[in-house]
T-cell receptor, first 114, second 115 residues
């Protein structure tokens, strides 16, 4: 099983709403990632969790708050977002946070902020 | 500063022929390279990777070549099939002891394989 699942597939939220994105993997991977991808652009790294601890935060605004409740789950809590935050949010996981470990991506959540 | 570049935004190839996708990088610290394929409305799918200690890696119809001196890699797809039509991203990684791996992606190349 090389699947990373993400819910919801689509999300529309207002600028005052609070919502969460969820990501799950059952491959025993110990590193999990959040990426943001705008149309016709490559994925941009937001956060990395390694062994359930936040190891990389790419200077992401505090309106995005990640959480890793256990080794299989990764959440991204959203609050007071801006329209420019509309994008495809991708979750990925890898065996470990080593340089040779391929990352496996979920299908993404298409977020629209109105 | 674009450390990984895919200079061709699009490539069109006839079914059965070879597709060659190119990628250049500038950071000499990169030591692991990956290719991902992405269909619309889906996440990227890992295709093939290569370590900097090798110059070629093959997996079925897909072969990746690495030229370290030129800081260039390429993905060959032979024979190309219509189902290969997708955006292909080149990605590179450099091991850092404190923060581990971080993938840097190129801008992507849209491959269209015509029947």
């Amino acid at each position: 099983d090389t699947e990373v699942t993400q819910t919801p597939k689509h999300l529309v939220m207002g600028m005052t709403n609070k919502k969460s994105l969820k990501c799950e993997q059952h491959m025993g991977h110990r590193a999990m990632y959040w990426y943001k991808q705008k149309a016709k652009k490559p994925p941009e790294l937001m956060f990395v969790y390694s062994y359930e601890k936040l190891s990389i935060n790419e200077s992401v605004p505090s309106r995005f708050s990640p959480e890793c409740p256990n080794s299989s789950l990764l959440n991204l809590h959203l609050h007071a977002l801006q329209p420019e935050d509309s994008a495809l949010y991708l979750c990925a996981s890898s065996q470990g946070q080593g340089y040779s470990y391929e990352q496996y991506f979920g299908p993404g959540t298409r977020l629209t902020v109105t | 500063d674009q450390q990984v570049k895919q200079n061709s935004p699009s490539l069109s190839v006839q079914e059965g022929r070879i597709s060659i996708l190119n990628c250049d990088y500038t950071n000499s610290m990169f030591d692991y390279f990956l290719w991902y394929k992405k269909y619309p409305a889906e996440g990227p799918t890992f295709l093939i990777s290569i370590s900097s200690i090798k110059d070629k890696n093959e997996d079925g119809r897909f072969t990746v070549f690495l030229n370290k001196s030129a800081k260039h890699l390429s993905l060959h797809i032979v024979p190309s099939q219509p189902g290969d039509s997708a955006v292909y991203f080149c990605a590179a990684s450099a091991f850092r002891e404190t923060s581990g791996s971080r993938l840097t992606f190129g801008e992507g190349t849209q491959l269209t394989v015509n029947p």
